[in-house]
């Protein structure tokens, strides 16, 4: 995470933040945040880590005087707001790389429809529960907007901060129409919203989806709130968003390309995404391994160990379908789980050493059948450590490395 500052619409800087990936970059991310909020907003923060998890970096900053940057908040409105974007796309392509992809949050998503015609570069913009007119706004301003049209200026309370709203506010978003933006925006448009959102209603979106033109596509946030403000949201939010911007943008195929290896060897690879992430290839078979985030990883995939006990699990579930199957037994189905855990020596009574600590594989099996016998699911419990993977994890084992030519 890199900070940097710009100068904003209004000739003040403007406090920014940039996620960089660990490894290659596939792609820069713009991000706009919600009306009054910042860009250290855990929504913005966990979304952003997110993306530079898959290769996407992105910058995310304070709208003129909010958060860290300079200036007075009073003095911005909407058109303000979208002219700090094109600031911040024009330090981009400066200093960095022009956005190809936008992201907006609430007001933010608004501010993103209409600033993306001035970012040619950008080829996908993303909208996250946001509104269908900048006016929207207006009703977080309750009564006190009649104060503010007759006399100039009043102190409204935004989530218990205190903001001071002024005429040319209401004015401004007033004068705003996102139609013709969102009609002519000639670039892939993704619609995010939530359909329980009470700050704004699905309605929105549905407005915002019906005057775009294709490519465009609309996905459920099910359950989340209007902030995203549990960390399961924002991460599936990013997870989405990553998964759909791939059509979009230009990325090095070379790089990303995994060979083949031999029949019957499993490759690892680095990816250069996050500290640990690891793509697997098994045959025809891609996946992810990762450390969770307590550990220095993003989270994107299992762990080293997770795959251990997965091989353990599935080995065994499998034996007992032969098994069944072998003997006509009424096996319906299995259910293995498996845990790891390093005990003292001492404790193991199966064990040859008895100094330090020892790992420990603990597996707990549901065999299911009505019509199974009480000795069948004894004896399908002794099958069960008759598995290939038991025995080699049981055993001595010989593990030899070097270098590949």
Not at 82 to 100: G, I, S, T
Not at 159 to 188: H, M, T, V, W, Y
Not at 282 to 302: I, K, M
């Amino acid at each position: 995470m890199e900070k940097i500052e710009f100068e904003g619409s209004q000739n003040v800087n403007l406090a920014a933040r940039l996620d960089r990936p660990s490894g290659k970059i596939k792609a820069y991310a713009l991000f706009a945040h919600c009306f009054t909020c910042g860009k250290d907003i855990a929504a913005a923060s966990r979304i952003a880590k997110a993306l530079t998890s898959d290769g996407i970096a992105v910058l995310r900053f304070d709208f003129t005087g909010l958060g860290k940057s300079e200036g007075e908040f009073a003095n911005t409105n909407f058109t303000s707001n979208v002219e700090d974007l094109v600031k911040a796309a024009n330090y981009m392509r400066e200093n960095l790389q022009a956005p190809a992809i936008l992201i907006g949050h609430s007001l933010g998503g608004a501010a993103v429809l209409a600033a993306a015609r001035h970012i040619p570069e950008s080829k996908a913009v993303v909208t996250i529960g946001a509104p269908a007119d900048a006016d929207h706004v207006a009703h977080h301003f309750g009564d006190k907007e009649a104060e503010i049209m007759e006399k100039g200026e009043a102190e409204v309370s935004l989530a218990g901060r205190p903001f001071r709203i002024r005429k040319q506010f209401l004015e401004d978003i007033k004068s705003q129409s996102l139609e013709s933006a969102i009609s002519d925006l000639d670039r892939a448009l993704l619609v995010m919203h939530a359909p329980l959102d009470n700050v704004v209603s699905i309605d929105n979106a549905a407005q915002i989806f019906k005057a775009a033109k294709h490519p465009k596509s609309f996905v459920t946030l099910d359950d989340a709130d209007h902030l995203i403000s549990r960390k399961e949201d924002a991460t599936y939010a990013a997870r989405v968003v990553t998964a759909w911007v791939s059509r979009y943008i230009d990325a090095d195929s070379d790089e990303d390309e995994t060979p083949k290896p031999e029949e019957g060897t499993v490759l690892v690879r680095s990816t250069g995404q996050g500290k640990f992430q690891q793509k697997i290839r098994v045959g025809q078979h891609e996946l992810l391994a990762d450390e969770p985030e307590s550990y220095g990883g993003n989270d994107t995939g299992p762990t080293p160990y997770d795959f251990l006990k997965m091989a353990l699990g599935t080995c065994k579930s499998m034996t007992l379908r032969m098994y069944a199957d072998r003997k006509n037994l009424p096996l319906e189905g299995v259910e293995v789980y498996v845990a790891h855990d390093k005990i003292h020596a001492e404790d193991c009574a199966d064990c040859e050493s008895k100094d330090g600590k020892v790992d420990q594989l603990s597996c707990e099996i549901v065999v299911k059948g009505d019509d199974l016998t009480d000795k069948n699911r004894k004896r399908l419990i002794e099958i069960a450590d008759m598995c290939p993977v038991h025995k080699t994890l049981s055993s001595e084992t010989v593990i030899e490395t070097k270098e590949k030519n």
